[in-house]
Each structure stands twice: as C-alpha cells, then as structure tokens.
C-alpha cells in the first residue's frame, strides 16, 4: 500500500507565493517519476510540473517561470514553490507518483485558492 499526502494548500493574494509538499510513504521501494496536476472547478485535471528520478523537469506553459518543483529521493518528497500566483492558478493540486514497477499513485489533493 502506498499513501501520498498533500500539504501547504491555501489562500493567499494574487502575487503572493505557496509551497506545496507532498510525501508518499508505504510499501516503495522505487520511484520513478513525482509530478503534481491540479482541477479547477467545472475543468479537466492537468498536468503543472513534473520530474523524473534523474531531475528533469517539465512544466506546463502557463506555470514556466513561476513554478519550480523539486524532488527528495532520500525522503520520498516532491515539492512545488509556486511564485507570482493568478486568479487563474486557483485548484485543487494534486500530487501524483509513479512507483515500484510502474503503478500510478495520487494524493487526495491540497486547494489552492487565489484571491483579493
């Protein structure tokens, strides 16, 4: 059994800043690729970074230059600073990892809401 959990959603001002975390803990013995994907109300679940056990990084265009995410493989962690949040960055994020021989795990999710 692998667990993933969310932490660091909120409200905050647009401009403002956020960190989102996430830990996955369980039965793993190899992760392969973490990434985080977000769901805005009455939308499809996209992708908004992800990276893969050697560092790379992809990034969604509209999140390019704001978001950074990054990994701790000793720890199990995928983070996301999200910097110069938009009304439009308002979701619920979730984080999701590819582990053990390949299956696909996600997090219940953490909202992130931006607003003045």
């Known amino acids: 059994q692998v667990q993933l959990v969310e932490s660091g959603g909120g409200l905050v001002q647009p401009g403002g800043s956020l960190r989102l975390s996430c830990v996955a803990s369980?039965?793993?013995?190899?992760?392969?690729?973490m990434g985080w994907y977000r769901q805005a109300p009455g939308k499809q679940r996209e992708l908004v970074a992800t990276?893969?056990?050697?560092?790379?990084?992809n990034y969604a265009s509209s999140v390019r230059g704001r978001f950074t995410i990054s990994r701790d493989t000793t720890k199990n962690t995928v983070d996301l600073q999200m910097s110069s949040l938009k009304p439009e960055d308002t979701a619920v994020y979730f984080c999701?990892?590819?582990?053990?021989?390949?299956?696909?795990?996600w997090g219940q999710g953490t909202r992130v809401t931006v607003s003045s």
């Open positions: 369980g039965s793993i013995y190899r992760i392969f690729n």
């Open positions: 990276i893969n056990r050697g560092g790379s990084t």
């Open positions: 999701k990892i590819q582990a053990n021989v390949g299956d696909t795990y």
